[in-house]
């Protein structure tokens, strides 16, 4: 798999029973049945593997459903399969999940200076069924070169457009931490609007910037704007996310530290005139990163914290939600905060995982279904004594996010960290969830269950 250049001060050295150990044999036999149901409510819904397997490694699972078909659903991936063109990779079920094919591999973008999709994919549906997706490109050449492009679908995720450029800069600097976000609401001023979020590196003069571009014409064109000043070495800015309200509002969080990143502020900024303009950023919580990465295995564990609002017309519209992890000083806890004025104050973090128990729980993503119920998924180590394996866990609120039920846990297979296929501390670095419906939540994760590399892995929850 062809290795990604990394900008030296965001290469960060971060530190990452209540079933029996093993998978039944009834799982495989489910998933060879080819079905993504179950029965009766509410259920875990058997995890379907979405990635080809063989002899490749497939990690970072953005997965996103289209509003005007909801047994269609598009799956981003880090994939090694695709690496005649890239490492990107776009995946399709239009049975809502019981089946996936990879359908485009995303290409090289080429000129004078050609580029190939290297890393950070990204999806997501605008309100007529259009389907996007984005990713960081590297130089051919490996000379330190980069940007972010996306590609549009207008036949929901089937066959895409060439790539167009949405964030770039002049000189040796490189977009990393890059995200897209769709505006979907068609009450929205900006219905349509593309944004694509990302910190500008430049390797020569150690600096850094928070910028979104935004597109209103479908991805053709493209205007980016600086969310926050820029950031002279050590400090930094990393990890960017996005969402967008039903009135068009965007909300783009990252996190501000020093270099190495050993713990730093969670920030947040807001556009209001299709991210033309932002706000002041502003800090919503402190967050510790682990010394070593993910502890006992090591693998790098960023610290994405994944953005979404409540787009419904029920009692908890409007609210944004926020999940990430901080590392206690013994194991990393997933917690959840939430602002019901506009990101102007926040809630104190919620843990999502019971309370007592002390096993790592990394990786969260977090959605919002179009009646207000808030969906969170992660991976989590409680069911290893040794703290080593993991398996993906859910929680779902219904009173925007001031409770969340009993964890539900959607694989009972075990992954190592270790096996990742790639013989390295990496084995991916963010997972994904979405609705499909009101009443199905989806996540997506990597999993080696198979005991030789990551692949992506669908399940969820089925409410009714």
Known sequence: MRATPRILIIVLALGAGYFA??????????????????????????????????????????????PLSQERLSLGSRDSNCVSEGDLGLHLSEDGGSTWARVECMPVIAGRRGFYAADEPSVGYDGKGNAYASGAYSDIAGQGYGLAAVQRSSDGGKNWSKPVIALQSPGNTFPYLTHLSVDASPSSPWAGAVYVSGVLVSDQDRKNQVMVSHSTDGGATWTQVAVDSVQKYRAQDVWTRMAVATDGAVYATWIACLSPCAAGNLMLSKSTDGGSTWSTPGRIARVVMPPQGLPHTFERVYNYASVSVDNSDGPYAGTVYVVMYTWTG????VQIM????????????????????????????????STGKVGVSWLDRRNDPNDIDYQAFAAISEDGGQSFGANWQLTTAFSNPKNNG???????????NTWKGDNVFVAAWMDSSNGVDMQEEVGGVRLK
């Open 21 to 66: 150990r093993g998978q039944p044999a009834g799982v495989q036999a489910q998933r060879d049945a080819g079905g993504f149901n179950c029965s009766p409510a509410p259920c875990v819904l058997p995890p379907t593997q979405a990635s080809e397997g063989g002899d490749s490694v497939v990690t970072d699972s953005p997965i996103a459903a289209d």
């Open 330 to 333: 013994s194991y990393l806890k």
């Open 422 to 432: 790639t013989g390295d501390n990496w084995m991916g670095d963010y997972t994904g």
């Open 338 to 369: 939430r602002s019901t004025d506009g990101g102007t104050t926040w809630s104190k973090p919620m843990r999502l995982a019971p309370k007592g128990d002390t096993h790592d729980q990394f990786f969260p993503a977090i959605s919002v279904s």
